[in-house]
């Protein structure tokens, strides 16, 4: 699987939109690009995922760049409830393999 | 749909014992992974089933380490002479079979974590 480089930390007021960059510059033509978030002392939660183009759910939007080189996480509107650690990772969907979480970054939303 | 349960929640245990962790899966999920995760680092895979068939180990599952799904539903992990540096959250995730049910804005490959065992060796 390609590898992500992602900034350790990040700040966000609330009500404010949190984007969450995400370099994988190696990464393949069959490989998706997902996001996960944890919560302090909770297992890891799916946000959304996406292979070319934009994609939006409840949570979040994934802005994937035209040479898939690097991904966006947008929380239209971040909470407080936001705060955690982003896990940004590239894998070949479909493929039951395990997910390479690295380190994440982490996102503190304040008031 | 109840998630991911694991139990128990939390474990302290003296080194040198065997400690056993359990997983529930979400219904019908037939893949099923472990990870462990130590304070400030992200989860690191150890290892994965299909149905009761363990198909990946990681190296860092040690021969003191054994994880099971006798029925492909439910999974064990155990540790035997525990030391200190097993101190750690141990994670579980189920995914749903493949291909058959795609759950919508998911590839059908989506991992769904329950809350962890947290283990302290002392």
């Known amino acids: 699987d390609a590898k992500t480089t992602q900034p350790p930390s990040m700040d966000c007021a609330e009500g404010r939109a949190a984007n969450l960059p995400c370099n994988h510059s190696t990464i393949s033509g069959n490989e998706y690009v997902y996001w996960y978030r944890q919560i302090h002392s909770q297992g890891p939660q799916y946000i959304i995922h996406g292979l070319k183009n934009n994609e939006t759910n409840e949570m979040a939007s994934l802005i994937i760049t035209e040479d898939r080189k690097s991904s966006t996480l947008i929380l239209p509107h971040a909470t407080l409830r936001d705060t955690a650690v982003y896990y940004c990772?590239?894998?070949?969907?479909?493929?039951?393999?395990?997910?390479?979480f690295g380190k994440g970054t982490s996102l503190l939303v304040t008031p | 749909d109840t998630g991911v349960s694991q139990n128990p929640r939390h474990k302290i245990t003296k080194r040198g014992q065997n400690v056993t962790f359990r997983c529930d899966p979400i219904?019908?999920?037939?893949?099923l992974y472990w990870y462990r995760q130590t304070l400030g680092q992200g989860p690191e895979f150890l290892t994965y089933f299909q149905n009761e068939a363990q198909l990946e180990k990681s190296r860092l599952l040690s021969d003191r380490f054994s994880a099971e799904r006798p029925k492909g539903s439910f999974s064990t992990l155990e540790i035997q002479r525990t030391e200190q540096g097993d101190s750690a959250m141990y994670l579980c995730?189920?995914?749903?079979?493949?291909?058959?049910?795609?759950?919508?804005?998911?590839?059908?490959?989506?991992?769904?974590f329950g809350p962890g065992t947290r283990l302290t060796v002392l």
């Open positions: 995730a189920s995914s749903p079979r493949w291909p058959g049910e795609i759950q919508r804005g998911t590839t059908g490959d989506t991992q769904y």
């Open positions: 219904s019908e999920h037939n893949r």
């Open positions: 990772i590239v894998r070949v969907g479909n493929s039951g393999y395990a997910l390479n």
